[in-house]
T-cell receptor, first 114, second 111 residues
Framework: DTAVSQTPKYLVTQMGNDKSIKCEQN?????MYWYKQDSKKFLKIMFS???????INETVPNRFSPKSPDKAHLNLHINSLELGDSAVYFC?????????????FGQGTRLTVV | DQQVKQNSPSLSVQEGRISILNCDYT??????FLWYKKYPAEGPTFLIS?????DKNEDGRFTVFLNKSAKHLSLHIVPSQPGDSAVYFC??????????FGTGTSLTVIP
């Protein structure tokens, strides 16, 4: 009964391909996030969805398109993959607008573009 | 532009001694401060937090200190144990609206 689960854990693909990463949370949270951890280990916010609505889009190329079919799921689709997209992508969830709340993370998806 | 900075990428400490991890943030609007622990090939897991109305929060061997005037927080682990070896991320939030993370400090506790 994993709280935040994302699939796949590893993804190796060629440049130019399109791929998706799926994320699901069973915590009843209303907000979900995608973070990217690059080679410098910096955990950078990419997107945030609250109740299926996009609330944060942090200067991410439009090749990245998040999709939230319901508030328990937030998938990340990446078109025309580039070498620089290689990173670890983390999904997370939390309650928004609630004081003293923490985010819970999935185990990460290591994307390698070759 | 990073909202959160952890200037020490790594730290080594002898088992039983104190580990002190530091974090600086830029914006005084942040009101909730968190530490996460991360093992290789796993996601970050929540460790301890503190709200802006406090300057100290303790949970067992872990204590977080907040200095709002200096925009600085620190995590103390005492006594340090080999199982504490991991990457520690500092995070800040404003009423749970978004979480900004630092680059992490890799802690190694030497037996």
């Amino acid at each position: 009964d994993t709280a935040v689960s994302q699939t796949p854990k590893y993804l190796v693909t060629q440049m130019g391909n399109d791929k998706s990463i799926k994320c699901e949370q069973n915590l009843g949270h209303d907000t979900m996030y995608w973070y990217k951890q690059d080679s410098k280990k910096f955990l950078k916010i990419m997107f945030s969805y609250n109740n299926k609505e996009l609330i944060i889009n942090e200067t991410v190329p439009n090749r990245f398109s998040p999709k939230s079919p319901d508030k328990a799921h937030l998938n990340l689709h990446i078109n025309s993959l580039e070498l620089g997209d290689s990173a670890v992508y983390f999904c997370a969830s939390s309650f928004r607008g609630t004081f003293n709340t923490e985010a819970f993370f999935g185990q990460g998806t290591r994307l390698t573009v070759v | 532009d990073q909202q959160v900075k952890q200037n020490s990428p790594s730290l080594s400490v002898q088992e039983g001694r104190i580990s002190i991890l530091n974090c600086d943030y830029t914006n005084s609007m942040f009101d909730y401060f968190l530490w996460y622990k991360k093992y290789p090939a796993e996601g970050p897991t929540f460790l301890i937090s503190i709200s802006s109305i406090k300057d100290k929060n303790e949970d067992g061997r872990f204590t977080v200190f907040l200095n709002k005037s200096a925009k600085h927080l620190s995590l103390h682990i005492v006594p340090s144990q080999p199982g504490d070896s991991a990457v520690y991320f500092c995070a800040v939030s404003s009423t749970g609206n978004q979480f900004y993370f630092g680059t992490g400090t890799s802690l190694t506790v030497i037996p």
